[in-house]
């Protein structure tokens, strides 16, 4: 029989990641913070980070020693225009929808709290071709984050990424464990269905292999 801990006051949410969704898991007897795309987010002990990928990518990033890390969710590969980006408003979002963005935004936010570059720890999941009669934009997301690793001397430890289903991911970035659902139910629907619609609403704005310590669940 699982025991479960009694629910503690959430702790508090650092600056510029108030609008992330978190709720407390009874189950697993702690916090879940739950991303969607465009967004990222940093956590540490008794928190975990999830989320929902189909052709987007999230990379999960964290030093260990500090026991502090961060997922991201992004869409595309690339946006190549500049603005003055914001903690306020909705300007963090729309630029962390594309994976050069969403890289730097993760990485250097976890050096402003502390983590050393040389120690992170990467992992990265996603990119599945989910969008039927369309580019696949999975293998384009899968390539592009290789590359920007690769280009930032920094090793891709564990992965999960290609093939034609969703995953769920979930993240303990205290101590790097990653747990992978891959979704083949009527779930997978919906998922596709957000996928074109988020697609929709960028064009309107503007204008198989597993490693490390990744455990697959049913």
Not at 49 to 54: A, D, E
Not at 135 to 145: K, L, W, Y
Request: some cysteine; overall charge positive; proline content about 4%.
């Amino acid at each position: 029989m699982l025991s479960h801990k009694k629910k503690p006051a959430p702790k508090r949410v650092s600056v510029g990641f108030e609008h992330v969704k978190r709720f407390w898991d009874p189950k697993h007897s702690c916090f879940v913070a739950k991303i969607l795309p465009g967004e990222f987010y940093i956590s540490g002990k008794d928190e975990v980070i999830s989320t929902v990928l189909g052709s987007c990518i999230s990379a999960c990033i964290r030093d260990p020693v500090l026991g502090l890390g961060g997922m991201n969710h992004f869409m595309l590969p690339h946006h190549g225009g500049h603005s003055n980006v914001s903690w306020e408003g909705s300007t963090i979002s729309s630029e962390t929808r594309y994976g050069n963005w969403a890289m730097e935004y993760l990485i250097n936010e976890l050096l402003k709290l502390g983590a050393v570059r040389e120690r992170l720890e990467v992992k990265v999941f996603g990119g599945g071709q989910v969008l039927a009669n369309m580019t696949d934009i999975g293998s384009r997301n899968i390539q592009f984050v290789k590359d920007y690793l690769y280009n930032e001397g920094m090793e891709i430890v564990s992965q999960d990424m290609g093939g034609q289903l969703p995953r769920k991911v979930v993240y303990h970035p205290d101590t790097g464990k990653v747990l992978v659902k891959k979704i083949r139910k009527t779930s997978n629907d919906t998922i596709v269905a957000r996928e074109k619609d988020y697609m929709r609403r960028i064009d309107t704005d503007i204008g198989d292999t597993s490693a490390g310590s990744i455990e697959l669940f049913d």
